[in-house]
Structure formats: structure tokens, C-alpha cells
């Protein structure tokens, strides 16, 4: 577990604090996820979160290639399990995880905040589209 990356240990917390513990495979979901921490990153206060997560955000926005990246790595690495198929596929975070996810302890209380408040603008990003999609149907 040792290779895995400041910004993918944060990715995987974020998404353990997503409902059911998972996040659409869908690509646009995890950059989603990420520009989410980003916006969410207070220069003041989340510096060093905003540092682990510069990898996967350049000067024109979130680097898809690098994010897509990361979340397969964290899959070989164990720290997230493909699930399902089409368009029910999804990466969730396995029972347990966390102990590999040493990362919180180093995390501020307003870091913990930013974190929480990008898996809130996702999920509510996931529902709004669900609902639409439903919608259409």
C-alpha cells in the first residue's frame, strides 16, 4: 500500500464518505470529484490539501488522464473494488479501508470540512442526474 499517492489516499477518503461508500466508474465522476476539493480547498486554511491535490489539476482544470489514473491505481492497490457493469459500474471503498487510509491523521479539522463538503456536491450532483435521467425515461 505504500505506493499509493497523497492525492489518491484523499480520493479514496472522499469517496468512502460518498452514500454506500461508492462512486459511478463513469470517468466524469471522479473529476467531478476532484474539482469538487478543489473548489472546496481554501488557499489559507486547506494548503496542504490543495498541494496533495495539484497533481490532478493544472492551469486549464482538472487533468483527466491523471485522475483516471489514480483511480485505477487505487483499485490495484485495493483501496477501491470495481463493481457491476455499464452504467450500474461503480468503484466503492471496501469495509476496512480506512486502516490504509493514513492520510486522515494528517488532515486538518478544515481539511476533514472540504472533503465532506466535495462528497456533498457530488452526491448532490449524482442525485440531480438521476433524477433527470429518470425523468426522461
Known amino acids: ?3 499509493i499517492s497523497p492525492q489518491g489516499r484523499i480520493l479514496a ?3 468512502a464518505q460518498l452514500p454506500d461508500r461508492t462512486i459511478p466508474r463513469h470517468s466524469w465522476a471522479a473529476e467531478v470529484l476532484v474539482e469538487q ?3 472546496a480547498c481554501d488557499r489559507s486554511t486547506n494548503g496542504d ?3 496533495a491535490l495539484s497533481p490532478l489539476v493544472d492551469g486549464r482544470g482538472v487533468h483527466a488522464r ?3 489514473s489514480e ?3 487505487l483499485a490495484r492497490a485495493g483501496l477501491l473494488e470495481a463493481k457491476g457493469v455499464g452504467g450500474c459500474a461503480s468503484f466503492a471503498v471496501p469495509r476496512g479501508a480506512e486502516a490504509d487510509l493514513s492520510c486522515r491523521r494528517m488532515l486538518t479539522a478544515d481539511d476533514i470540512l472540504a472533503i465532506e463538503r466535495a462528497a456533498a456536491q457530488l452526491t448532490a450532483r449524482l442525485l440531480a442526474l438521476s433524477k433527470a435521467a429518470r425523468a426522461s425515461v
Open 49 to 51: 490539501l490543495q498541494e
Open 13 to 15: 477518503l472522499c469517496i
Open 1 to 3: 500500500m505504500g505506493a
Open 71 to 73: 483511480m485505477w491505481e
Open 66 to 68: 491523471r485522475v483516471r
Open 37 to 39: 476539493l478543489w473548489m
